[in-house]
């Protein structure tokens, strides 16, 4: 017996002079980016939404190239809460604008007055009162995102809002802009555009 316990000491004294153990650093920060996967910071919509897009049968292509209609949005709410699905509308309606930036602008600023008025929703849910999830978190950079889109717009337009259209987001909804000017109001380049001039 004490000839086969020095015989398996031998055994695992030689493996382990034979193995190596590699120990590489990670950094925190590209951890937080991979948990944070989202359409702004990647090509891809986070996996919170992958799963309902899939869930509805459709493809991520899809409703970005496509859209979303609005018996699709309703598909959402049968298996996700309400801050899942500000943070899906949102997600998606951003991700289909910055597709549509450059050859359909309109339609780019609707996508993009729906996806900040869902996000700035999703900010006064009560899930995010006291915000413990990254959907809670993500409400700020998807309302960021499009008000920079929607800023971007109303600067090529030289700030003339009197001659814009209504804008249609495709999902049941309109949206009218208005600018307002005068010595109270700050720089709207560097602040974030205040829900009252959006209106749906």
Request: hydrophobic fraction near 40%; charge should be neutral; proline fraction near 4%.
């Amino acid at each position: 017996m004490r000839l086969r316990n020095i015989s398996l000491l031998s055994v695992v004294a030689t493996l382990s002079a034979c193995s190596t153990v590699r120990v590489s650093v990670v950094d925190p920060a590209d951890t937080l980016r991979e948990f944070r996967q989202d359409i702004i910071s990647s090509n891809s919509l986070s996996p919170v939404s992958l799963q309902a897009v899939r869930m509805a049968g459709l493809t991520q292509k899809e409703v970005l190239e496509e859209g979303v209609s609005e018996s699709v949005a309703r598909q959402f709410e049968q298996f996700a809460d309400v801050t899942d699905r500000a943070y899906i509308e949102s997600e998606i309606a951003i991700g289909r604008a910055q597709m549509l930036e450059k050859k359909q602008p309109e339609k780019a600023v609707a996508l993009y007055l729906h996806a900040a008025d869902m996000a700035f929703q999703g900010l006064f849910l009560k899930e995010c009162l006291h915000p413990v999830d990254v959907r809670c978190d993500s409400f700020k950079v998807f309302y960021d995102r499009s008000v920079r889109g929607i800023l971007s717009y109303l600067a090529a337009k030289k700030w003339n809002t009197q001659a814009l259209p209504t804008f249609d987001s495709g999902l049941g909804r309109t949206f009218t802009v208005s600018v307002s000017e005068g010595a109270n109001v700050e720089d709207p380049l560097s602040n974030p555009l205040p829900r009252s001039a959006l209106r749906g």
